[in-house]
């Protein structure tokens, strides 16, 4: 099986959660947008891959539009 990533990053003021290259979702919380990438990592796991899910920092810094992880 393989590895199913799951990124929490912004869409402008809200949260996305970027899984195979497309971003899905716009919560108002990080909070909210990981609770959503757990439900689907927790099927991935079922189904036998790996996963990573990744959040970034609280700090202001790290909120910025166009963020994709390489």
């Not at 990533?5 to 899984?19: A, F």
């Amino acid at each position: 099986m393989g590895v199913a990533n799951y990124d929490i990053v912004p869409v402008g003021k809200l949260w996305g959660v970027q899984h195979d290259g497309k971003v899905n979702g716009k919560y108002s919380t990080k909070e909210s947008a990981f609770e959503s990438a757990a439900v689907a990592a927790s099927m991935a796991i079922h189904q036998g891959h790996e996963v990573h899910i990744s959040v970034p920092s609280g700090e202001e810094g790290c909120r910025f539009e166009g963020f994709l992880r390489q």
